[in-house]
C-alpha cells in the first residue's frame, strides 16, 4: 500500500540530535494526524491538522514541533529529545468533511506504516 | 476530554471460537466508532466502524454493536482464524475536528 508513506522507517538519535520525520500521502485527504505508539500508551494521538491549520496539539511537549506546509506532507521535527521518547511514530490522513455538511466529520483514518524512533 | 477503556487487554482462544473485546466511551457527543486491526510490525487497518445511528453492523465474520445508552460498543468476530492473531484497537470519535480518541488495544491469541 502507498496511500500514506513515512520516512524514515528506523531512526537512531541522540538526545542532542535534531531530526524530522516526514509523513506523504496520495489519497487527497484534507486531515493529517501524528500519533506515537509506545507499550505504555498503545495509540496515543499528537496533532491534528485540518485544511492544513493545526486543530489538536494534545498536550505534547515542545520537543516536537509539527509542520503541515500542504495538505498531502506532514512533518514533525525533533529536537533534544529524551530516552522515553522511543517509540513507533505514526502518521495517518482522513478526508474531514466541510461543517456543515451535514453528515458529521467522521471518517476511516488511513495509517502510514511508522517511523520506529530510538532516542539514545 | 473523551475517554476510551477497552477490555479485554489480552484474549485467547481456540480456532474456531468466538472472540468479544468490549469498549466503553465517556463522551455522549461521539458519534463513530471504528475498529482498527494492527498485525505484529504492520500499521492499524480499519477493519469495522459504526455510527451512531445503527445499532449493530456486520461483515462476514466480523461486527459490531453499539449502546448508546451505556456507552459501550462491542467487536464480535465468530469462527475465529489464527490469521485473526493481531491488537484490535476500538476509538470513538465526536465531531470536533475529526479527532478520535483510542482503547489500549486487545492482544488477541487464536491458537490453531
Known amino acids: 500500500e502507498t496511500g500514506v508513506t513515512q520516512t524514515p522507517r528506523h531512526l537512531v538519535m541522540g538526545m542532542t540530535n535534531k531530526k524530522s520525520l516526514k509523513c506523504e500521502q496520495h489519497?487527497?485527504?484534507?486531515?493529517m494526524y501524528w500519533y506515537k505508539q509506545s507499550a505504555k500508551k498503545p495509540l496515543e494521538l499528537m496533532f491534528v491538522y485540518n485544511f492544513k491549520e493545526q486543530t489538536e496539539n494534545n498536550s505534547v511537549p515542545s520537543r516536537f514541533s509539527p509542520e503541515c506546509p500542504n495538505s498531502s506532507h506532514l512533518f514533525l521535527h525533533l529536537h533534544t529529545l529524551q530516552p522515553e521518547d522511543s517509540a513507533l511514530y505514526l502518521c495517518a490522513s482522513s478526508q474531514q468533511q466541510l461543517a456543515g455538511a451535514g453528515l458529521g466529520s467522521y471518517n476511516e483514518q488511513f495509517f502510514g506504516p511508522g517511523t520506529r524512533l530510538t532516542v539514545l | 476530554g473523551e475517554n476510551v477503556e477497552q477490555h479485554p487487554s489480552t484474549l485467547s482462544v481456540q480456532e474456531g471460537d468466538s472472540a468479544v473485546i468490549k469498549c466503553t466511551y465517556s463522551?455522549?457527543?461521539?458519534?463513530?466508532f471504528p475498529w482498527y486491526k494492527q498485525e505484529l510490525g504492520k500499521r492499524p487497518q480499519l477493519i469495522i466502524d459504526i455510527r451512531s445511528n445503527v445499532g449493530e453492523k456486520k461483515d462476514q465474520r466480523i461486527a459490531v454493536t453499539l449502546n448508546k445508552t451505556a456507552k459501550h460498543f462491542s467487536l464480535h468476530i465468530t469462527e475465529t482464524q489464527p490469521e485473526d492473531s493481531a491488537v484490535y484497537f476500538c476509538a470513538a470519535r465526536g465531531t470536533n475536528a475529526g479527532k478520535s480518541t483510542f482503547g489500549d488495544g486487545t492482544t488477541l491469541t487464536v491458537k490453531p
Open positions: 463522551d455522549s457527543a461521539s458519534n463513530y
Open positions: 489519497l487527497g485527504h484534507n486531515a
